[in-house]
Structure formats: structure tokens, C-alpha cells
């Protein structure tokens, strides 16, 4: 599976853009702030149905425009599949595959993966836990609609319930009768939740360990633990939370205070890892998406680095080019200020690629 155009229509700082792929590694190059991370980014929603970087859809739209549209064709299974995206101001996002538009956008994850290992990626480590939950609800997603969509409802009870206990705070009254529904539901769609989590760590946490070994060629002993109220008797929790539930008028136990734990030698890596440890264990952890994602889908994602060179030392970068040299991976976006830095890494490779030169919103081949 591969990207073999995209176009762009009013993207963030793109008025009108059209490139053609190389199935193997392409390079955007240029200046900061000139439209390189928005490319990414345009590719990723593509993938995702959601930006990377914007947090509202209408961020993507070109400032003073109407609306913005992305379209891009794949080939997958050695057919082409087009794939648009787009949002019109005040309208409802729209997704299209081969013309045919999804009733929900989410119903489109997982059919084109990518992986996108970007720096401020670090987060997902040094971050909240929600952050955490984040990363892996996404990894799941793009390999388990049942998932994706079960997350999505249990999102909209916890909306649900949150509201009810706040009336609960409000009126000083609690009808226990008006919550049972609720936490039935809490238990039925967290326990599905849980069950498909705890099974995804236990193949990841593999995944990531051995990343972690082969990049730092480390005697570090890395551990990946989950952490949730499934483990224990939830039942017995939601009972006892519930005063805490009304003062604070919301849910304090459920799926949704789950903890993924990043440990290194018995120690909490957010605390304790060095910097250059951290971000090993970052690149393990998106290495590990990519196999598990291979694993679970038969394909290859689309790789999307976004200024790694920048933040990976040496070893890093040489593990991660031998991996490249490997044909560990398919296709590959990259991106670089420093132009030279990328061509004269790539010198020996023998695969095909495609340099862009990235100014102000406006890209060229780069001979
Ligand atoms: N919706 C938007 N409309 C216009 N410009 C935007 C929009 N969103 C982002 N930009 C602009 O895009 C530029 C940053 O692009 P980016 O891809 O992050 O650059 P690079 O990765 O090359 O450093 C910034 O100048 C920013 O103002
Ligand atoms: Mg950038």
C-alpha cells in the first residue's frame, strides 16, 4: 500500500498542490516554517480522518477560506483508491472513499495506516496519562474498528454520565435508579475495552523491548505495564467513588483512568530515563506500532518522520537507516531544514527517491 498523489485545496498554508509519490522514500526539504509538517500532516489525514497537529478541523483551513479539501490516491492490493477529505466551514466533515462517502469519518481508520514519528512525539512519555491512553487507542484503532467504535461510545458515556452527576451536584439530589443504566454500560463497553487493550499489550510490550534492545544495543531492562480498575472488582469501585464522582462531577473510575507505566530497570522513565533513553524508548515504541500495525493488517504503514534527524544522535539515526536499507519498511515521507543533511544520508541507498524543495507553501521537484 502506497500514496502514489495528493492534492491540496486551501490546507493550512497551501492554496492548490499536487505531487507525485515515490513508492519508496520521498524527502520534503526546506526552511522552517515553509509547509513541510503540513504535508505530513496532510497525509496523515488521509489516513486518519484528523490532523496530527490541529486539534479542530477548521485549523486546517486556510486562513480567510471557505473550506479545504485534500484528495489522494492510493494503490492497495495493486488497485487505485481515492480518498477525500474535506470541511466546509459550519458543514459536517466530509470523507469519501473511491466516491462513496462514510456516514461516520472513523469508519475510514485503519484502511490506509500510517505511523508518524514527529518531536514532540515525546509527550506520550513525559506527558499525562491521557496522552498515553492516546497513543494507544490510535494504534488499536487503525487495526480494530470494533475497537475504535466501542472507544468512541464509551467516550460519549462518560459525557453522559459526567452531565448527570453534575445535576446530582447541582440539585443536591442523587437518584441512584438514574445511574444504574449508566454504569451498567460503563461496565459492559469498559470491560470489551479492557479485554482488547490488556491482549494488545502483551503482544506490544514484545514489540517494543526488542526495538529497544536493537537500537540502543542496551543491557537496559525496558518493561511496558498496564495498569486498570478492570483489574480489580469494578463494581465495588464505582460504589465507592460515588460521593468522590458528585463532589468532583465527574467519572473517577472506568477505562478512562487506565495507565500505561514505561519502566526501565524497575523505574518510571518519565522520572528516571535520560534524555537519549527517552527518546530510544520513543522510537521503540513507534517502531513497534509499525510491526504490530504489519502484523495485524498484513501491510506496511506509511512512514511519516518529521525532523527526526534532528533529534536522534548517531546511533539512532545509523539503526534506523539500516532499517531502511533493510526494506523493513514501504513507503517514506521524510522531512529536513537541512537538505544536505538527508541527500547525504540516503547517498548509498539504493531505493528510489523523490526530493521536494518546500517554500512558502509551494513545492517543487527539487532538480
Ligand atoms: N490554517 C492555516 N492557514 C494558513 N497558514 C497556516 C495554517 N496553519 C498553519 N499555517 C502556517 O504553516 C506554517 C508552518 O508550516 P509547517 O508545515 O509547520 O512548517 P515546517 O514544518 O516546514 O517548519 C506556519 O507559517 C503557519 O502559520
Ligand atoms: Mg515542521
Not at 469508519?107 to 491521557?130: M, Q
Not at 530497570?265 to 527518546?279: D, L, M, T, Y
Request: aromatic share 8%; with cysteine.
Amino acid at each position: 500500500m502506497h500514496l502514489q498523489t495528493i492534492r491540496l485545496t486551501n490546507f493550512k498554508n497551501y492554496e492548490s498542490a499536487k505531487l507525485d509519490f515515490s513508492a519508496q522514500i520521498n524527502c520534503f526539504l526546506g526552511n522552517n516554517g515553509s509547509g513541510k509538517t503540513n504535508l505530513l500532516d496532510a497525509i496523515y489525514y488521509l489516513s486518519l480522518t484528523k490532523s496530527s497537529t490541529s486539534s479542530q478541523d477548521a485549523q486546517c483551513i486556510l486562513h480567510n477560506q471557505p473550506l479545504f479539501a485534500l484528495k489522494g490516491e492510493f494503490s492497495k492490493d495493486a488497485k487505485a483508491r481515492e480518498v477525500i477529505c474535506g470541511l466546509q466551514i459550519g458543514k459536517k466533515k466530509l470523507v469519501k472513499l473511491d466516491q462513496k462517502p462514510y456516514k461516520k469519518a472513523s469508519e475510514h481508520v485503519g484502511k490506509f495506516p500510517v505511523v508518524l514519528i514527529a518531536p514532540n512525539d515525546t509527550d506520550v512519555i513525559r506527558g499525562a496519562s491521557d496522552q498515553r491512553r492516546k497513543f494507544f487507542d490510535a494504534i488499536i484503532s487503525q487495526v480494530d474498528q470494533i475497537y475504535l467504535q466501542t472507544l468512541i461510545q464509551y467516550n460519549h458515556l462518560i459525557k453522559q454520565r459526567n452531565s448527570l452527576l453534575k445535576r446530582f451536584a447541582e440539585t443536591g439530589q442523587t437518584d441512584l435508579e438514574l445511574l444504574e443504566p449508566f454504569n451498567a454500560q460503563l461496565l459492559e463497553l469498559g470491560s470489551k475495552l479492557f479485554e482488547k487493550r490488556s491482549a494488545f499489550i502483551e503482544d506490544f510490550k514484545v514489540l517494543v523491548t526488542s526495538h529497544y534492545q536493537n537500537l540502543t544495543n542496551s543491557a537496559e531492562i525496558i518493561e511496558l505495564n498496564y495498569e486498570s480498575h478492570f483489574q480489580e472488582d469494578v463494581n465495588a469501585l464505582l460504589a465507592e467513588n460515588l460521593q468522590k464522582d458528585i463532589i468532583l462531577k465527574r467519572s473517577n473510575v472506568g477505562i478512562h483512568k487506565d495507565e500505561f507505566h514505561f519502566v526501565m530497570n524497575g523505574e518510571a522513565i518519565k522520572k528516571f530515563g535520560s534524555q537519549g533513553q527517552q527518546k530510544s524508548y520513543l522510537i521503540a515504541l513507534k517502531l513497534a506500532h509499525f510491526d504490530f500495525t504489519e502484523k495485524q493488517t498484513g501491510m506496511k504503514p506509511i512512514l511519516l518522520l518529521d525532523d527526526i534527524f534532528d533529534k536522534l544522535d548517531d546511533l539512532r539515526i545509523s539503526k534506523l537507516m539500516e532499517m531502511v536499507a533493510s526494506d523493513a519498511f514501504g513507503q517514506i515521507f521524510i522531512t529536513d531544514a537541512r537538505p544536505e543533511r538527508t541527500i547525504g544520508l540516503l547517498a548509498d541507498d539504493s531505493h528510489e527517491v523523490e526530493l521536494f524543495k518546500v517554500e512558502n507553501g509551494q513545492v517543487k521537484s527539487w532538480m
